[in-house]
């Protein structure tokens, strides 16, 4: 079954350390993926996405993703995490089967201490 | 300010009513997309429409209907509420289909609803 998986649902990082959110995935096909990040009370908004070419991504506010095939891994990562980092994470995938849509994981909480 | 607006904010609803959710928006967006968030299981799609006039079934489409009459709109029904369809209910947009080039999601504030 195509599925994407966010194996933890919380990560403390201390600010200006560098943080990792993990994400690992399952598709038929090359793999389409996505980050979107949540604030209190507000709905997603969208980070960054791999299609294709490099596999490091760079998207919003710092963060940046890192693709690795063999692994069917998309982590998240920045090198410096801030307080202001604090939110929701959500990974993404396009998934294939009477038409393309978009699954979500299942999110991960980072905290950042000051 | 452009963007997407969902109506009401919040609602609590007896069970066995009907309730309709408002989604608008206004980046003449193709695709628009309804998603309940619970706890635990993420975002998870319900209904979706990559054109004014077509509508598909997400992952959860059981006790909710849509409809697309034109481009800005698109209300989420459900017809006779249960208590497990508690939630809060986001409504998204995105220029083009998903799988597409400019398929990036965005969201409106979200609607909180409780079913008792």
């Known amino acids: 079954a195509q599925s994407v998986a966010q194996p933890e649902d919380q990560v403390n990082v201390a600010e200006g350390n560098p943080l990792t959110v993990k994400c690992t995935y399952s598709?038929?096909?090359?793999?389409?993926l996505f980050w979107y990040v949540q604030y209190p009370n507000r709905g997603l908004q969208f980070l960054l996405k791999y299609i294709t070419g490099d596999n490091l991504v760079k998207g919003s506010y710092g963060f940046e993703a890192e693709f690795n095939k063999s692994q069917t891994s998309f982590h998240l990562k920045k090198p410096s995490a801030l307080v202001s980092d604090s939110a929701l994470y959500f990974c993404?995938?396009?998934?294939?089967?009477?038409?393309?849509?978009?699954?979500f994981g299942s999110g991960t909480r980072l905290s950042i201490r000051p | 300010i452009a963007g997407i607006t969902q109506a009401p904010t919040s609602q609590i609803l007896a069970a066995g009513r009907r309730m309709t959710l408002r989604c608008t928006q206004d980046?003449?967006?193709?695709?628009m997309y309804w998603y309940r968030q619970d706890l635990g299981l993420g975002l998870r799609l319900i209904h979706y429409s990559n054109t004014a006039g077509t509508t598909g079934k997400g992952e959860v489409p059981d006790g909710y209907s849509v409809s697309r009459a034109n481009t800005d709109d698109f209300p989420l029904t459900l017809a006779s509420a249960v208590p497990s369809q508690t939630s809060v209910y986001f409504c998204?947009?995105?220029?083009?289909?998903?799988?597409?080039?400019?398929?990036?999601?965005?969201f409106g504030p979200g609607t909180r609803l409780t079913v008792l």
């Open positions: 598709v038929s096909g090359n793999p389409y």
């Open positions: 993404a995938v396009r998934v294939y089967s009477s038409a393309s849509k978009i699954i």
């Open positions: 998204a947009s995105s220029e083009g289909p998903a799988g597409g080039p400019k398929d990036e999601q965005f």
């Open positions: 980046m003449r967006h193709n695709a």
